[in-house]
């Protein structure tokens, strides 16, 4: 073999490759002045890593490049799922007997901030997560404090970041419950954002929040009122309307038609939390009765067993509940 040829083998066998960290916090990732990337890079002496701003560029022979790389997707996964990476798990997943990879649970939604693990809890929670799976669009209907919206959020923001759709869509009928928008103060948008607040909680429960920060600020994540949903076509995206027991048939019709190519529709809605002035304006159950027997549309009914926040919470709702039949 001449020399000129082991010089062009040596060359082939180079690799160089560059990994995007998308959706991902690059101070949080690599950590205090890169001390996480330094641990990270002692364990592949003989590669060359480079990190420039989300880019992280790797040197060397090809089957380490390719050995790096899939190690590495390892860390990025753990990283998306638990929203964070110490070294101590570096280390862990970064050895040939890793206890953390062989341990990764399998039936989790979403790991939300600081890795809290976020699962469906009620049997309802767990049909709204498998019908999801497989219908484009899904009606899910119950009293308060079931985690019907809670859930569909986390559904959301597990295809965003599973990369199964471009950005989530979140919007509520600007209907005010009891109190007038006119008082507060502020233009239109510091107005509705009280009333959108829950939705603001569920995604800071389960992003960081410099993430949702960028997300607002690309549009990768959209909070609106109903109204401003006419005439898009919202493609590529998981879109919410909550509190749709507040929107009447022509609205919901205007809403449903909505929909684009890879999308997913949840709506949300209590029947007994009615804020319309006149209770039979609203159009949910009328709308679920005429769709209930198109394919690809499924309706989960959420019952006082699924109430999941404070135990008094059961005993309110059936107290209302009866107190209303007499």
Known sequence: MTKNTKEINRKEQKADKTIFLEGIDIRDFFGINNNKFSKIVSFFPRLKLVTRGNEVKVFGEKKEVNFFVNQFNFLIDYYQRYNALSIDVI?????????VKQNLPTDVILFGNKGEMIRARTENQKKLVNDFRNNDLLFAVGPAGTGKTYTAIALA?????????????????AVEAGENLGFLPGD???KLDPY??????????????????QYFEDRTIEIAPLAFMRGRTLSNACVILDEAQNATSVQLKMFLTRMGKNSSF???GDMSQIDLPQKGHSGLKQTISWLKNINGIQTIEFNKKDIVRHRLVVDIVRAFEDGEKI
Do not use: G, H, W
């Open 157 to 173: 923001v597990a295809a965003l970041k599973n990369n199964e759709v471009k950005r989530i869509v979140l919007t509520r009928p």
């Open 266 to 268: 949840i709506i949300t």
């Open 188 to 190: 239109l948008k510091n």
């Open 196 to 213: 959108l607040q829950p939705l603001y909680d569920a995604l800071f429960d389960m992003l960081p929040s410099r993430k949702i920060e």
């Open 91 to 99: 280390e862990d997943m970064l050895s040939d007997d890793s206890s």
